[in-house]
C-alpha cells in the first residue's frame, strides 16, 4: 500500500558535527535518488541501529531527510541541499519517483557491490545521476564535449541530441570502461535495439552488463543484441533486485558477470 509522504521534523535542523564517515554516507546519497538503512548499514560495514542513528543524525542536521513512502517498508532518506554542499557535490537534489523504486533500491545494491570490487579494480564507479549531472553542465555551458552518455542518433525534445546513460558505467583500473544495466523489466523492442546499436557504435564501451531477474528478460535481451549484431558487446547475469546485505561483497552472479567483461 502506497502512503506517500515526507518526514516530519520536531525541530528546525541543528548544528551537527560531521565526520568523515558521515561524509562518506553523504557522498553515497548524493549518487542515488535514496538509500535505505540496509544500504547506508552495508555501505558503512555497521549494523542497522547504528547506520539508522547515523541517517537520523544527518537528519536532524538538515543534511538529509527523510520519507515513509509504502506500508510495511522502511523509510527512505534523500540527500537535501545542504547535504550537497556539505561535500562540494554540483549534483542537483534528487527527486522521489515511486514508479522506479525497486529499480532504485537495486541500482544502490549494485553501485555498493562495485564499489567493493564485484566488478574488479575500479578506478571510479558513475551512476547515472552523476552522468547526466556532468554532461548537463556541458551543455548549459556550451562546452562541446564527448557526451559521456551513449548516443543514440537523431535530437529529442528541445532538439538535443539523443543519449542515453547506463545505470552504472564503470572505469576499470586498466582504463576500460563497462557499462551496467540492471533490467528488471523488458523495453519495447525498438527501445531495446537502438540502446544496444548505441553502445555497439561506441568505441568507447568496453562491455556491457546485462544484469536480470527474470528468463524471459533475458531472451528478450538476448536477442535484441543478436539482432543488431552486438552479441559479443554484452554479457547477462541472473540477480535478484535486492540482495541482502550480508551478500553484497561476495555476490557470485556480478562476479561472474564481470569476468565475462575483462
Request: net charge positive; aromatic share 4%; hydrophobic share 40%.
Amino acid at each position: 500500500m502506497e502512503n506517500h509522504r515526507p518526514a516530519r521534523r520536531a525541530r528546525p535542523p541543528s548544528p551537527v558535527s560531521l565526520t568523515e564517515t558521515d561524509l562518506e554516507l553523504l557522498g553515497f546519497l548524493a549518487e542515488h535518488r535514496f538509500a535505505r538503512v540496509d544500504h547506508a548499514a552495508a555501505l558503512l560495514a555497521v549494523k542497522p541501529t547504528t547506520a539508522r542513528r547515523r541517517l537520523d543524525k544527518l537528519t536532524e542536521g538538515g543534511y538529509a531527510e527523510g520519507a515513509q513512502v509504502f506500508s510495511g517498508q522502511p523509510p527512505l532518506y534523500l540527500i537535501t541541499r545542504a547535504g550537497l554542499g556539505a561535500i562540494g557535490s554540483r549534483l542537483p537534489k534528487p527527486r522521489l519517483d515511486l514508479h522506479t523504486y525497486e529499480h532504485d533500491v537495486g541500482l544502490a545494491w549494485l553501485w555498493i557491490a562495485a564499489r567493493r570490487g564485484a566488478f574488479g579494480p575500479l578506478s571510479e564507479a558513475l551512476s547515472e545521476r552523476t552522468l547526466r549531472s556532468r554532461d548537463g553542465r556541458a551543455i548549459d555551458s556550451e562546452h562541446h564535449a564527448e557526451p559521456l552518455g551513449v548516443r543514440l542518433g537523431g535530437r529529442g525534445p528541445g532538439g538535443r541530441e539523443r543519449v542515453h546513460y547506463p545505470d552504472l558505467l564503470l572505469r576499470t583500473a586498466d582504463g576500460r570502461r563497462i557499462a551496467v544495466e540492471l533490467e528488471l523489466s523488458t523495453k519495447v523492442r525498438t527501445r531495446l535495439e537502438t540502446i544496444l546499436a548505441g553502445y555497439g557504435a561506441d568505441p568507447r564501451i568496453d562491455g556491457v552488463a546485462y544484469l536480470v531477474q527474470s528468463q524471459s528478460v533475458a531472451r528478450a535481451v538476448e536477442r535484441a543484441a543478436r539482432r543488431v549484431g552486438v552479441s559479443d558487446l554484452v554479457h547477462l547475469q541472473r540477480v535478484r533486485s535486492r540482495p541482502a546485505p550480508a551478500a553484497v561483497a561476495r555476490s557470485r552472479a556480478l562476479e561472474r558477470a564481470s569476468e565475462a567483461v575483462r
